[in-house]
C-alpha cells in the first residue's frame, strides 16, 4: 500500500521510463528526455525491456497507459516536438489530462507543472507571484518572486500542463499568446536580464478542454492558431475499453487498500452498460436513448472502483451485480431524474432481454433494477 | 520450348525467388501504384521484351492501340458492358427491376498515368513489343463476380492483395491501419531498385497467397479459371516468341501464382449483346467509383514529381497537397494561414519520421492536415478542412481519347443536342427558358432537358428565386408528373454543366446511342417493372408525354391497358385516371398522339375504377381518407370531362356501383357517407334515406361512426349540405335525438366533420339550425338571463370534457 494517495505519472512508472530511456537510441528533440519513438511506446506499450535494477537485470514490461487511437498519439508527439502547443479537445472523461499528464511525464520526466483553469484564475497563477513581505522589504528580486507553473516551464524546458483551458477567463487564456510564439515571457519589475524569461528546449503546454462545457470554438483565433488540436474520442472498442477499466480500477482498489475481486462477466456488464448507452444503441441494434450524462470511460472506471470498495467493506470481496447498480445511481447518473430514466430504460430494453436469454449475471443485474429507483 | 509443369514451392521466399529468376518477367503490381507503374515501366524498358502481356479484358486487345497513341490521356476506362437479353446468366429480375427487363453487366478496368498497367503498355510500345491484355472478358467473368457479388457493377480491384490474416498480422505489426496505409509505407516510399521492389512485391505476394488462400476458396471465386485463362496467354506468346523475353504484368496475388497456373482458355464466343469502348474518364468517377481509386489527386501529384525526376516526390507532392488545402480552406472561410501550412508540413515530415515512413504516405498528409489545419471541434471547425482536403486528394483532372478509337455514341449526341438547344457545358451557370406554345425548337429543348433530367444527369442546379411556389430544384414550369405548375405556359431551367455529366453518360452508355433511346429504354424497363400497378404506369405514360418519346406512346398505353386488365386498386385506379385528366391539360401544347387512343384507355381506367368501387367498404380506417379523395375526383371527372370524341364517361356504371357499395353491410361509415353524398348531389337519392343511415349509425352499436359518416357525406355532399334545407334539417334532427352523454362523446368527430366548412358557411349552418330550434319553447320570447346561465355552463362544461 502506498503512503500517499496516488503517485504522478514519471514516479508512478519511474521503471518504465528508465527501462525506455537506457534502450532509446533514436535521436531526441532539444530538451527532451526520450525520443518521440519511447515516447510513443511508453503511451501506447511496447515490447518488455531489461533494466538493470539494484545490481539485478530485470524485465520491465512497457505497458499500455492510453487506450485509444495510436494515431492520436503520433499526433500529439509530433506537435510537442513542434512550436505549437497541444490541445487535447474531447468530451468530459476521455482520458485527456491522463494522456496529458502521461505525454509530460515521458517528454520531460515532470508532470506536475500543472495550472487548473477555472473562472478565478489569475495570470499570476500561470506567471508569477510576489512574496509580499520580502517584496516590501527588498523591493523586486528574483528572491520575492514566486514561480507559477509557466515561469518554471519555460525557465526549466519543461511541458506546461494546463488543464480545462476554456474554462479560464479569455484575458487569462491570452496570457499565453507571446509565450507560445515568441518563447519568452517578461518580469517587466525585474531588473536587467531577470526580467526576461527565455524559454528553454522541451518546453511547451499540454491543454485539455471538453467539448460539453464552455467550447473551444469561443477560444480567440490568436490563440487557437498557437495550438494543434487533438480530438481524443470515446473509446468505440469494447474490448479496448474493459482492458482499460480493469487496469484502472485494479490500480485504483490495490492504491486504496481495499481487497475486491471483479470478475470478467461482472466487467462486462459495466462496460457494456456505458458503451451502449453512450452510442445510443445495443449490440443487437436497439436504439437507446443518450441522455444527458456523462458515460464516459472515466465514469465507468469510478463506478467500477466504486463498486469494489462497496463488495470489499460490505460485501464477500467479490463485485456482485447489484454493487454495480448500487453505484451507477450514486456515480453515474449523479442527482439528474432525467440521467435514472435513461439507466432505467436501458435496463428494460436491453437488461432485460438478455437476462431472459443468457440468466446468470445479465440476470442479477436484471434483479437489481430497484436499485436505480 | 517446352517445359513440364512446374510445382510452386511451399515456402513464400523460395517461390517469389522462382518466380523472380523465372525466363517469363513476372512483374507483379498493385492497381493504381505510382511505384509500380515506375517499376512496370522501367523493368520493360530495361528487358525490351518480345511481347508484353497485361491482366486487362483480352477483349478489348484490340483497343491496346488507342490507349498507347500519344492523343491520349488518362484517365481512362477500358468499359465493357453486356445486356442480357436472352436472361442467359438467370438474373433477370435479380439484378435488373423485373423478370422482363434484361440485367445490365458492367465491368470497369480505369487507367490513369499512374497505373503500372498504362506504363507497361506505353512502354512496350516504345520497345516494339507485341500487347496483349489476357484476362476474362466480361461476359466469362459475370457468373463468377456480378452474379457471386450479387452487383450488376464491377472494377478492377485488388480485393485479394488486400484481405487475410498475413496483411492483417503485417498491419499491426507496422502499426498501419489498413492495407492501403501499410502498402504506402512498406512499398511506395521505400527507395528501392527496380529489381529490389519487383522481388519485395513477389515475397508479399507469396506470403499472401502462403497464407491465406484456400484452392476451394479461389475456384469459387473465379480465381482459378482467370488464372488459367491468362496462363494460356503467356504459353500463346512463349511460342510465339521463343527467342525473345516475355513480359507479365498482373496483379502480384497472380503473378506468383502463373508460373505454376494450368493453362486454359476460357471459351467465350462474341455477341452484339457485348460492348467493350475506350472511354475518357475524370478523378471525380475514380474517386466516386472505385475504393481502388481514392485519392486520384494525390496519385497525380505524386506521379508529376516522379515523372519531373524528383528525389522526394512523396515530399513534393505532399507538400503541393498542404498548400493546397490551405487555399482553398481560406476560400471557403475557414482560419488557415501560411503558418498553419508550415505547421502541416513540419507535423506531416515529423508524422512521416516517427512512422518510419521513408517521405510522406497520405496517411502521414491527411493526419497533419488535420492537425494543424482544424481549430476547434471536428463537427465545427473540421468541415472544412475535411471538404478541403477531399477535393484537392481527388482533383479534377478529366482524360482524353484519341479521335480514331470513335467515341462513345451516347456521349456524341449528347453534345450534338447541346449544341442543337443551346445548352452551355462549360460549367457555366445559366438559366434556360422554354415557351412551350410558341417555339417548336423550344418544346425540343424541353423535351431533351426533361430527358436529361430523367436519365439523372448531374448538369442541373437549383433555380433561384426560390418565392415560387412552383418551383422545385432546378426547374420551374408545368409538371405533369406531379400535376404541379399546371397553369404555367413556360419552362425555365436552372443548369450547370458539370464534369459528372460525362461519367454517367458513360455508366448509361448501354442504354442506347441518344440521350432520346437511352431515356426510351430506361422508361421501358420501368415499365415492365411497374407490371399491374396502373398508376405506376401512368405515371411513366405522363413522363414518356413529357419527355416527348412518342415511339414509347402506344407501348405505353398498352401497358396501361394491361395494368387497367389486371389492378382492381380502387386508390391506384382513381390516381391514374387523375393521370388521364392532366393528360388532356396539357395535350395543347404536346399534341402528339391520337385523341382517341388516349380516350379509350381512359374509359378502361375510369370503368375499372367503378367496378372497384365496392372494395371500398373493406378499406381500412388509415386508408380512408385517400379512398374518399379518390372517390370525389371520381365524381368529378365522371361529371366534367369532356373526351374527344364527344361521348362522356358511363355516369350509370358509377351510381349502379355507388349503390352495390351502399348495400355492402359492413361499409365504413365514412365510406358510407360518402356514397350518400355523391348520390344525393346527383339526385339519386332524397335526403329522408340520408337521415335513415345517420339515425341507423346513431342507434347502432358503431355510434361513434356517426362522425366518420358526417365526414364522409361532407367530403362528397358539401355543396348538397350547404344549399339544401332538406338535407340539413334530417341531420340536425337526427342529431337532436342524441342524448347528452353520447353527444359529448361524438362531439370531438362531430367538431372534425364541420370543420370541412368555412367560417361563413358554419354561421349559415348555426343559422339555420338557430331557426330550427325557434320552433322549440324555450327560445319563445328571447334568451332568458337563466338561460344565458346554462349555456355559459354549458360551455364551460364541454371546454371541460373537451380538455380531457
Known sequence: MSEVIRLPAERRHATELAALAHHDHEPRPQGWALSPRAVEAFIVGGPALELEVDGAVQSVPITRKFYGHDALVQRAIVTLASDRGLLLIGEPGTAKSWLSEHLAAAVCGDSMLSVQGTAGLTEDQIRYAWNYALLLAEGPSLRALVPAPLYLGMNRGRIVRFEEITRAPHEVQDTLLSVLSDKWMAVPELPGDDGLVLAKPGFNIIATANTRDRGVNEMSSALKRRFNFVMVPPLRDLDEEMALVRSQVEELVGDSGASARLDDEILELLVTTFHEIRGGATTEGTLVDRGGATMSTAEAVSVGFHASLHASFFGSGAVEPRHLVHNLAGTAVKDSDDDRKVLRDYFDVAVKPRAAREQGAWAAYWAARDLLR | ?804
Open chain 2, 1 to 804: 520450348m517446352r517445359r513440364s509443369r512446374r510445382t510452386a514451392p511451399d515456402d513464400p521466399e523460395l517461390r517469389a525467388q522462382v518466380v523472380a529468376e523465372d525466363d517469363v518477367l513476372w512483374i507483379g503490381i498493385r492497381h493504381f501504384s505510382p511505384a509500380c507503374a515506375v517499376l512496370a515501366r522501367d523493368a520493360i524498358l530495361q528487358a525490351r521484351p518480345a511481347a508484353v502481356l497485361v491482366e486487362g479484358p483480352d477483349d478489348a486487345t484490340d483497343l491496346i492501340a488507342h490507349l498507347v497513341h500519344p492523343d491520349t490521356r488518362p484517365p481512362v476506362t477500358v468499359l465493357s458492358s453486356y445486356v442480357d437479353k436472352r436472361n442467359a446468366f438467370g438474373q433477370n429480375g435479380v439484378l435488373s427491376p423485373a423478370p422482363g427487363v434484361p440485367a445490365r453487366y458492367r465491368g470497369w478496368w480505369p487507367l490513369v498515368p499512374w497505373s503500372p498497367e498504362y506504363q507497361a503498355l506505353r512502354a512496350g510500345a516504345e520497345v516494339g513489343a507485341e500487347l496483349q491484355f489476357i484476362d476474362l472478358p466480361l461476359r466469362a467473368s459475370i457468373p463468377l463476380h456480378h452474379v457471386a457479388a450479387g452487383r450488376p457493377q464491377r472494377a478492377v480491384d485488388d480485393r485479394q492483395l488486400q484481405e487475410g490474416r498475413y496483411l492483417d498480422a503485417l498491419a499491426a505489426r507496422w502499426g498501419a491501419p489498413d492495407f492501403d496505409a501499410f502498402w504506402q509505407g512498406a512499398f511506395e516510399v521505400q527507395p528501392r531498385s527496380v529489381e529490389a521492389l519487383r522481388r519485395a512485391i513477389l515475397v508479399f505476394a507469396s506470403c499472401v497467397r502462403a497464407v491465406d488462400t484456400e484452392p476451394a476458396a479461389l475456384d469459387a471465386d473465379g480465381t482459378t479459371a482467370r488464372e488459367a485463362h491468362m496462363r494460356w496467354y503467356v504459353d500463346r506468346a512463349r511460342k510465339r516468341h521463343p527467342d525473345g523475353v516475355v513480359a507479365v504484368v498482373t496483379g502480384a496475388f497472380h503473378s506468383v501464382a502463373l508460373p505454376f497456373a494450368r493453362p486454359k482458355r476460357h471459351p467465350v464466343r462474341a455477341d452484339r449483346y457485348t460492348t467493350t469502348m475506350l472511354c475518357a474518364h475524370s478523378f471525380r468517377a475514380l474517386d466516386r467509383l472505385y475504393a481502388l481509386g481514392r485519392a486520384p489527386g494525390h496519385g497525380h501529384a505524386v506521379w508529376a514529381r516522379l515523372a519531373e525526376g524528383a528525389e522526394r516526390p512523396w515530399d513534393d507532392a505532399a507538400l503541393e497537397l498542404l498548400l493546397g488545402v490551405m487555399r482553398a480552406a481560406r476560400g471557403r472561410g475557414a482560419l488557415a494561414s501560411t503558418a498553419d501550412a508550415v505547421g502541416a508540413w513540419r507535423a506531416a515530415m515529423a508524422l512521416a519520421e516517427l512512422r518510419r515512413h521513408a517521405q510522406v504516405t497520405r496517411r502521414d498528409l491527411c493526419d497533419a492536415a488535420e492537425l494543424a489545419y482544424v481549430k476547434g471541434t471536428p463537427e465545427h471547425a473540421g468541415q472544412q478542412i475535411a471538404t478541403a482536403l477531399a477535393e484537392a486528394l481527388t482533383g479534377h483532372d478529366v482524360g482524353e481519347v484519341t479521335a480514331e478509337a470513335g467515341t462513345v455514341p451516347l456521349r456524341a449526341a449528347y453534345y450534338a443536342d447541346a449544341r442543337t438547344f443551346r445548352i452551355d457545358t462549360t460549367g457555366a451557370r445559366k438559366n434556360v427558358r422554354c415557351d412551350l406554345h410558341k417555339v417548336a425548337k423550344h418544346r425540343q429543348r424541353s423535351a431533351f432537358l426533361h430527358r436529361c433530367a430523367y436519365l439523372d444527369l448531374p448538369m442541373f442546379d437549383e433555380l433561384d428565386d426560390r418565392g415560387w411556389r412552383e418551383t422545385s430544384g432546378a426547374y420551374r414550369g408545368p409538371d405533369l408528373v406531379t400535376g404541379e405548375g399546371m397553369h404555367l405556359i413556360t419552362e425555365t431551367w436552372a443548369l450547370r454543366w458539370t464534369e459528372a455529366v460525362d461519367d454517367r453518360l458513360l455508366e448509361l452508355s448501354d442504354l442506347g446511342p441518344s440521350v432520346g433511346s437511352a431515356a426510351a429504354t430506361a422508361l421501358t424497363d420501368e415499365l415492365v417493372a411497374a407490371g399491374q400497378d396502373v398508376a405506376a404506369t401512368t405515371r411513366l405514360l405522363l413522363r414518356a408525354v413529357q419527355m416527348v418519346l412518342v415511339e414509347l406512346f402506344d407501348r405505353a398505353l398498352d401497358a396501361v391497358d394491361d395494368a387497367v386488365a389486371r389492378d382492381s386498386d380502387f386508390a391506384r385506379l382513381s390516381g391514374a385516371l387523375s393521370d388521364f385528366v392532366l393528360l388532356f391539360a396539357y395535350h395543347d401544347a404536346l399534341a402528339t398522339h391520337d385523341n382517341a387512343r388516349v380516350a379509350a384507355s381512359l374509359d378502361a381506367v375510369y370503368r375499372r375504377a367503378c367496378l372497384s368501387i365496392p372494395s371500398l367498404a373493406g378499406a381500412a380506417e388509415a386508408d380512408v381518407p385517400e379512398l374518399l379523395d379518390g372517390l370525389g375526383a371520381l365524381v368529378r371527372h365522371a361529371v366534367t370531362l369532356p373526351l374527344p370524341s364527344g361521348a362522356a364517361l358511363d355516369l350509370g356504371l358509377l351510381i349502379e356501383r355507388l349503390h352495390a357499395l351502399l348495400e355492402l353491410p359492413d361499409a365504413h361509415p365514412a365510406v358510407r357517407g360518402a356514397g350518400l353524398g355523391v348520390l344525393y348531389g346527383l339526385g339519386e337519392v332524397s335526403p329522408n334515406a340520408i337521415a335513415g343511415a345517420l339515425s341507423g349509425v346513431l342507434r347502432g352499436t358503431q355510434r361513434r361512426g356517426a362522425g366518420a359518416f358526417l365526414d364522409g357525406l361532407f367530403r362528397t355532399g358539401r355543396n348538397a349540405f350547404l344549399v339544401s334545407d332538406e338535407l340539413r334539417r334530417v341531420v340536425d334532427d337526427a342529431l337532436a335525438e342524441l342524448s347528452w352523454d353520447d353527444f359529448r362523446a361524438l362531439l370531438p368527430d362531430l367538431r372534425r366533420a364541420f370543420a370541412r366548412f368555412i367560417p361563413s358557411e358554419l354561421d349559415a349552418i348555426a343559422a339555420f339550425v338557430e331557426r330550427g330550434a325557434a320552433r322549440l319553447p324555450v327560445a319563445t320570447g328571447g334568451v332568458s338571463s337563466e338561460l344565458r346561465r346554462a349555456l355559459r355552463e354549458l360551455d364551460a362544461r364541454v371546454e371541460r370534457v373537451l380538455a380531457t
